[in-house]
Structure formats: structure tokens, C-alpha cells
């Protein structure tokens, strides 16, 4: 099995240097790699972004470990890759299924904040959406991100009711996601959650949150999501997390949860394995050798 990284800006046979580590650790499990340059990718010259990988003599399986891409530029790559004879491990449509919340709303749907989206950004669009939510606090994302560390002005909508501030906090969003923007825009109810602390640069408040990796439905490994704050004893329940990733439309998945005040466990949203972020702190080896030795088995 091969992972497929993003080259340097600077030189196209070194690796970014944010994935320095984690090639490492790949390499030590016993898994090749590949170099492509995401900025030709992303520009749509395929065959450029791709000349440094080599076209192997049987199939093989491949997962890219990345910057995040629109659903057109992974089925780019995916395709670029197939010529390749590489095969990466979730089709164009699974990285679409959790790389777009609406995607995949209606398998996590009895775990996760109600939420109601649209691709319409009119103000009577976004204010016949966001009325359903009554007087309730929401937050505003896009299909992929949201602006969280623009908690405030970019987020954050303590009364849905409040026409004014929702138009003022949605068209921040807008301006600060610019070309960025995904899709469309989400509205979520806003959820309690248990509180951890501050961010040490934003002031945003973090809560208990946990990032957890699915590789064929099997928990790879579970990380705390935030780098910042003691989260003491706290673990997830993860029976019924378990049962959701069994219908979730994706060989290699993340699924990011998180405590609310009351005690009970959510689902924040859930994104592609591929593209999903590791802590700083956390176990690259580990992680290599647990997606090696156990959940990707049936690929190798």
C-alpha cells in the first residue's frame, strides 16, 4: 500500500514539510510513498501534479495524506492515480459522502446538532432557514468548514430570530471563506458542550472534543481534538458511534464527537480520512502501525 503526499512549493522531489513526520512514521510501518504537487493538482494539470509518481506493474492501493480538495479535484487525482495503476482507498463518491455534511446528514442525523443548508444565498433564502430554528443559538459553516476562530463574528448566532445579526454574522462568513466557499451554507443548532479552555490565540472556547479515525468500519485510533486544555479522564462512548460508522459510506473516515454539558456524546460532523488532520501531539507511529497491522488488512 502507498501514501501519496504533497510536495514542497520550493522543490517538488521533497515533501511538505507539515507531513515530514508523518512519512516517517509511514515508512517505518512498511507502507511506500508517493510525492504529488498539490498546487498543480488544484490548477488542474493532472499529468504535472502526478509526474513524480510511478506507474507500478500490479494494482495497488493508495491513500493520500493531504491538504484538503474540492470533490472535482480528488476525482482527479483519483483518475490520475487509476492511470497510474494506484487505486486510492475511498472512490470520488465516499470522499464526497463525508467530505459535505449534507452528504452524509442522514446517517449521523440521530447523534448530531439539527442542522438545514442551502445553496441559495439570498437574504430570503437565509432567513426562511435560519426562522425554523425559533429563537435557538446557531452556527453558520459551509458544506466543508466553518470560521470557528472567528467565533464571534464569522460563527456564532446567539438568537436564529434575530434577523439583523444573522445577516451580519453569515455575510462575514461569506467574506472571510471568499473563494473558499463550499458549496453553500449550514446552519446548525447550537449545542452546549462540555468546556475545556480559551484558545491561546483566538479566544475562541474549546470543549471536549475527540477525532476518531475509521478505517473499514473498524476505530483505527482516537485523538483528543484540541492540542490545548486538560482533558483529564474524559473518553467517549462509542457503542452507538460504532453502530453509525457501520452505514457510513467510506472505507477510511474520520468522525469527530464531543461531550455536552449534560453528559451525553454527539457527533460534530465527520470528514475523509485522507484529508483529516492529526494533532500535534499524537502518535504518528501508532497510527501508521495500527492502519498497517489491522484495519486496512483487506486492501494490502
Same mark, same amino acid.
Given at each position: 500500500m502507498r501514501i501519496i503526499y504533497c510536495d514542497s512549493v520550493f522543490?517538488?522531489?521533497?515533501?511538505?514539510?507539515?507531513?515530514? =513526520? /508523518?512519512?516517517?512514521?509511514?515508512? *517505518? &510501518?512498511?507502507?511506500?510513498?508517493?510525492?504529488? #504537487?498539490?498546487?498543480?493538482?488544484?490548477d488542474g494539470n493532472i499529468a504535472t501534479a502526478l509526474r513524480f509518481v510511478k506507474e507500478v506493474e500490479s494494482k495497488e492501493f493508495g491513500i493520500y495524506r493531504g491538504?484538503?480538495?474540492?470533490?472535482?479535484?480528488?476525482?482527479?487525482?483519483?483518475?490520475?492515480?487509476?492511470?497510474?495503476?494506484?487505486?486510492?482507498?475511498?472512490?470520488?463518491?465516499?470522499?464526497?459522502?463525508?467530505?459535505?455534511?449534507?452528504?452524509?446528514y442522514n446517517r449521523i442525523e440521530s447523534k448530531t446538532p439539527r442542522s438545514k443548508w442551502t445553496t441559495e444565498l439570498t437574504?430570503?433564502?437565509?432567513?426562511k432557514l435560519t426562522q425554523e430554528f425559533g429563537d435557538s443559538p446557531i452556527i453558520v459553516k459551509d458544506f466543508v468548514k466553518s470560521e470557528k476562530?472567528?467565533? =464571534? /463574528?464569522?460563527?456564532?448566532?446567539? *438568537? &436564529?430570530?434575530?434577523?439583523?445579526?444573522?445577516? #451580519?454574522?453569515?455575510?462575514k462568513f461569506i467574506e472571510l471563506r471568499g473563494d473558499s466557499?463550499?458549496?453553500?451554507?449550514?446552519?446548525r443548532q447550537f449545542e452546549e458542550l462540555e468546556y475545556?479552555?480559551?484558545?491561546s490565540k483566538s479566544g475562541m472556547p474549546l470543549t471536549k472534543e475527540f477525532r476518531i479515525f475509521f478505517a473499514n468500519k473498524k476505530i483505527v485510533k482516537i485523538f483528543d481534538y484540541w492540542d490545548e486544555g486538560e482533558y483529564g479522564e474524559a473518553k467517549p462512548k462509542l457503542d452507538d458511534f460504532i453502530d453509525i460508522a457501520k452505514n457510513i459510506d467510506s472505507k477510511f473516515f474520520t468522525m469527530d464527537v464531543a461531550k455536552k454539558k449534560n453528559g451525553d456524546w454527539?457527533?460534530?460532523?465527520?470528514?475523509?480520512?485522507?484529508?483529516?488532520?492529526?494533532?500535534?501531539?499524537?502518535?504518528?507511529?501508532?497510527f501508521y502501525n495500527k492502519l498497517k497491522e489491522n484495519a486496512l488488512q483487506q486492501f494490502v
Open positions: 522543490d517538488n522531489r521533497v515533501i511538505e514539510p507539515d507531513y515530514e =513526520e /508523518e512519512k516517517k512514521s509511514a515508512i *517505518n &510501518a512498511g507502507f511506500d510513498f508517493s510525492l504529488i #504537487s498539490f498546487e498543480e493538482l488544484t491538504w484538503m480538495l474540492t470533490p472535482i479535484q480528488y476525482q482527479n487525482l483519483y483518475n490520475g492515480l487509476l492511470k497510474k495503476n494506484i487505486e486510492l482507498v475511498n472512490s470520488p463518491t465516499e470522499y464526497k459522502h463525508c467530505h459535505y455534511l449534507p452528504d452524509s437574504d430570503d433564502s437565509i432567513l476562530h472567528n467565533w =464571534e /463574528e464569522a460563527c456564532f448566532i446567539p *438568537n &436564529a430570530s434575530n434577523s439583523d445579526k444573522v445577516k #451580519s454574522v453569515v455575510d466557499l463550499s458549496e453553500g451554507l449550514v446552519f475545556l479552555t480559551k484558545h454527539i457527533i460534530m460532523e465527520l470528514g475523509d480520512g485522507q484529508v483529516a488532520g492529526l494533532p500535534d501531539n499524537a502518535d504518528r507511529n501508532e
